[in-house]
T-cell receptor, first 113, second 113 residues
Framework: NAGVTQTPKFQVLKTGQSMTLQCAQDMNHNSMYWYRQDPGMGLRLIYYSASEGTTDKGEVPNGYNVSRLNKREFSLRLESAAPSQTSVYFC????????????FGQGTRLTVV | GENVEQHPSTLSVQEGDSAVIKCTYSDSASNYFPWYKQELGKGPQLIIDIRSNVGEKKDQRIAVTLNKTAKHFSLHITETQPEDSAVYFCAASMAGGSYIPTFGRGTSLIVHP
């Protein structure tokens, strides 16, 4: 049972490049989330999807887009990467829409130069 | 919105001592309080959670207490071991709804052998 799988684990981008972070869960969870983690800032919610077919903005959505491809997969896209988007990105999932007993992936460390 | 304050930001203890991490929240509607442990290079992992209908919950060496009136909750780790060294995050949410959790900024726990 893999849980929440994120790809890639590491990525270096040049300013202005685009990329998509992939996330898949195999726990049949309804809700999925994207967080970013910066030193001293804790975990900040970028976007979430309470159920298949719905997405909503979190605390820091600017510069990002998401797609809930199906119940298993939730991707995060950076259209034009900026150095301020250098961070560690975590995907999480939970059975319900309120983050109870949520599971996190291993993270994607993104550097924008 | 919800605001979660977590203290201390760093906690250093000797092996065998107890460790206490405290969090306060602002929204009285919050009723679900998870704690996550994040080891270096890994994603956060749920270690214990508590709902507002109980005041204390224990799981071996860890326990969480909740004071709804004062809007604070604490993580207690007894008989600390070097493998307890990690960053710990608290969060506040509302189970049963679409209330998205707010995380504290984290506590770096260092257990010295």
């Amino acid at each position: 049972n893999a849980g929440v799988t994120q790809t890639p684990k590491f990525q270096v981008l040049k300013t202005g490049q685009s990329m998509t972070l992939q996330c898949a869960q195999d726990m049949n969870h309804n809700s999925m989330y994207w967080y970013r983690q910066d030193p001293g800032m804790g975990l900040r919610l970028i976007y979430y999807s309470a159920s298949e077919g719905t997405t909503d903005k979190g605390e820091v959505p600017n510069g990002y887009n998401v797609s809930r491809l199906n119940k298993r997969e939730f991707s995060l896209r950076l259209e034009s990467a900026a150095p301020s988007q250098t961070s560690v990105y975590f995907c999480a999932s939970s059975e319900g829409g309120s983050f109870t007993e949520a599971f996190f992936g291993q993270g994607t460390r993104l550097t924008v130069v | 919105g919800e605001n979660v304050e977590q203290h201390p930001s760093t906690l250093s203890v000797q092996e065998g001592d107890s460790a206490v991490i405290k969090c306060t929240y602002s929204d009285s509607a919050s009723n679900y309080f998870p704690w996550y442990k994040q080891e270096l290079g890994k994603g956060p992992q749920l270690i214990i959670d508590i709902r507002s209908n109980v005041g204390e919950k224990k799981d071996q060496r860890i326990a969480v207490t909740l004071n709804k009136t004062a809007k604070h909750f604490s993580l207690h780790i007894t008989e600390t071991q070097p493998e307890d060294s990690a960053v710990y995050f608290c969060a506040a949410s509302m189970a049963g709804g679409s209330y998205i959790p707010t995380f504290g900024r984290g506590t770096s726990l260092i257990v010295h052998p």
